[in-house]
């Protein structure tokens, strides 16, 4: 099992119809086949600059990669994350 998590922050204001529609938007990533257990988070700790978390799962590095390589999610990485995201940080998990 492979958790990806992404914690980000947003160039958008706060609590803003274009803040609203990217969650939106990320939400749609958990239809991409392989795809487990998908939470758009708030994070809320004051030690770090992020504002939101993304986090999944996957069954193996196969299904990983193949969510990685679906087209839904470059063209969501393409059209909104690299134009809207102003900092983030992945970390991807197995068990130890």
Request: proline share 4%; hydrophobic share 40%.
């Amino acid at each position: 099992m492979i958790r990806h998590t992404v914690v980000f922050r947003l160039k958008h204001a706060t609590g803003s119809a274009e803040e609203q529609d990217f969650l939106k938007a990320a939400g749609e990533l958990a239809a991409i086949p392989g795809v487990e257990k998908f939470e758009t988070l708030r994070q809320v700790s004051p030690k770090n600059p992020y504002t939101f978390g993304l986090s999944m799962e996957f069954a193996n590095a196969a299904a990983y990669a193949g969510y990685n390589e679906h087209p839904e999610h470059v063209k969501f990485v393409q059209e909104r994350w690299l134009k809207e995201v102003a900092e983030f940080m992945e970390i991807d998990y197995e068990k130890a």
